[in-house]
């Protein structure tokens, strides 16, 4: 195999491609006969993606991927619509191509978050839509150090907010589905359970409606290296994320809508958190004891990923491996066809 890297400052992803058989069993093959040095690689470089393969469908994609860990799951606890392609596999997420998806380690306000994550391209997008990643253990390193030790003292709050089975949601924007179409159930006992399984905590309100809290540290140890890494959805889940995110994009894309979205969004932001109280909010974070996240923090942070992020074109057939306890993930905005599909083991 080929190895490489896009940029020489980066060593994320390690780009593997074949020399001459570039069949899905070869790669499979190959994966199952190098495991000790796929994993090893794929913990150091947090990303490998393999370029080149005849990955044809979500179940070529499946076998890949549990060719690297073969205990995929299914369970999605996560905020993101997505469609079920194969057993394992899913559509990476049916939000609108407008929005932008902040960085993130998947799922890591759970208890027991995915320890791999898989990305495969079926439909390469021709504008925009590249899945950036970013490595949290160097955003975490380069942390202003008083900022790093308040996280780290003070802890993550989560809030989320969803409505219920017979609510209409037309006015929120970032009301992202259901809380039965999150848990397939209407049944509040099982939403309960579920909850108790993976570490959150579940408050009906309202009518019908219910707020999921999770609470954690804002670091993590990584369980193979020891490394601490910045390990929560801060970037996704803070009321001023969006807006920050957004500015961001205009810079990079440097596009006129885009500069129109960002001027709307950090409007709806501002009139947003004066009228509303936070806790009612779609989504937010602030520290555990319930106190604010300063803006200049979340802009701090943003600044810092956006400085370590690597972004490249998706290519049909791509297969993105990810090692969620180091490397996040994100998408940004796109235009036309484009259908990325993902699934994640857990160790
Ligand atoms: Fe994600």
């Not at 790669?27 to 370029?51: C, M, P, Q, Y």
């Not at 495969?120 to 975490?140: A, H, M, S, W």
């Not at 972004?311 to 049909?316: E, G, N, R, V």
């Amino acid at each position: 195999m080929k190895k490489y890297f896009f940029d020489k400052t980066k060593t994320y992803p390690l780009v593997v491609e074949p020399q001459n058989n570039n069949s899905k069993n070869n790669l499979t093959d190959w994966i199952n006969a190098h495991k000790s040095e796929v994993e090893s690689e794929l913990t150091n470089h947090g990303a490998i993606l393999f370029r080149g393969f005849d990955i044809k469908d979500a179940q070529d994609f499946e076998d890949v991927a549990s060719s690297i860990d073969k205990d995929l799951k299914n369970d999605y606890l996560g905020t993101s619509p997505r469609n079920s392609r194969s057993k394992y596999t899913f559509s990476a997420s049916e939000l609108p191509g407008h929005y932008p998806i902040m960085q993130h380690c998947e799922m890591s306000f759970l208890s027991k978050p995915p320890r791999k994550l898989f990305f495969y391209c079926y439909v390469e997008p021709k504008n925009g839509g590249e899945t950036p990643i970013c490595d949290f253990r160097r955003v975490l390193e380069q942390m202003d150090p008083k900022i790093r030790s308040e996280f780290q003292e003070k802890g993550i709050r989560t809030v989320r907010n969803y409505d219920g089975p017979n609510q209409k949601s037309l006015f929120k924007l970032f009301q992202l589905k259901k809380w039965n179409e999150m848990f397939h159930t209407t049944n509040h006992k099982e939403v309960e359970e579920k909850c108790a399984e993976y570490g959150i905590k579940p408050q009906w309100t309202g009518t019908d409606k219910l707020r999921l809290i999770n609470e954690q540290p804002a670091t993590k140890t990584h369980p193979k290296t020891g490394e601490e890494v910045w390990f929560n959805h801060l970037s996704i889940f803070h009321a001023d994320a969006a807006a920050i995110e957004y500015k961001k994009i205009v810079e990079y894309r440097k596009k006129f809508n885009l500069w129109l979205a960002s001027f709307l969004l950090s409007a709806f932001t501002f009139i947003k958190k004066i009228v509303a109280k936070s806790e009612n909010f779609s989504m937010h974070t602030t520290f555990l004891d319930g106190s604010e996240i300063p803006k200049k923090y979340v802009q701090h942070i943003e600044d810092l990923i956006w400085a370590n992020m690597s972004i490249f074109k998706w290519k049909k057939g791509d297969v993105l491996a990810l090692d969620n306890y180091s490397t996040s993930h994100g998408r940004l905005p796109y235009s036309g066809p484009r259908d990325v599909l993902v699934c994640w083991a857990e160790d």
